[in-house]
């Protein structure tokens, strides 16, 4: 997929987000949640799929209570390399503000096969609208699907988990699994103890 949209909407001189090279992993397809505090605060879930991260912004972040529907809008193609990214997107870029890992590792299809298969699977189910995946993350693990739905807005997915191993029935909030010693927040609490130093 063509990582044209995410560079007309950047300008690489402003922004240190990284430029539009696709990459594939070597081993294991990746996937990413950033938190991303802009306009408004949403999670980005990013899924590896042909050296591009398909994404979806998820205004209420993931979760772990199959109960949960998460909206989630399907935006343009990452590279592959975002799935490092944390740090300030300067005011008057797109995007503008403070991105952050919330979650990272890898993901499989269903039956959990090698890459290329999985792949193929993932990119089937994909132009389906009804993608079906497992996570092997640090916060978030197991069965999950994306549904795409039938909205004012064309982009329109739902974010579900499946009921396994991994499920909740409690209420799950994203924020409350937000690590305050993260490097960007680190970072964030020094600018703010120099400026009341000033």
């Known amino acids: 997929m063509s990582l044209q949209i995410y560079s007309k909407k950047r300008n690489f001189e402003n922004t240190p987000e990284p430029s539009d090279k696709a990459v594939k992993s070597k081993s294991k397809l990746s996937f990413v949640i950033q938190r991303h505090k802009s306009s408004h ?13 398909k994404s979806w912004a998820v205004p209420k972040g993931p979760s772990l209570n199959p109960k949960d529907k998460r909206l989630a809008m399907m935006v343009e193609d990452h590279p ?16 503008a503000g403070i991105v952050e890992l919330w979650d990272h590792g890898y993901l499989s299809d269903i039956d959990n096969s090698e890459k290329s298969a999985a792949e193929k699977k993932l990119k089937t189910g994909l132009n389906k609208g009804i993608l079906k995946f497992r996570l092997f993350g640090k916060k978030l693990n197991g069965e999950f699907a994306l549904v795409k739905i039938k909205y004012k807005q064309k982009n329109a997915w739902l974010l579900i988990k ?9 209420n799950y909030n994203s ?24």
Do not use: C, W
């Open 162 to 170: 499946h009921n396994d191993e991994y499920a909740v029935n409690e």
């Open 41 to 53: 605060l949403h999670y980005d879930f990013r899924l590896e799929m042909d050296g591009v991260l």
């Open 80 to 95: 592959f390399s975002y799935k490092d990214f944390e740090g300030i997107i300067p005011e008057g870029n797109y995007g």
């Open 175 to 198: 924020e409350e699994h937000t690590s305050a010693k993260s490097p960007i927040n680190k970072l964030l609490l020094k600018e703010q103890a120099s400026i009341l130093q000033e």
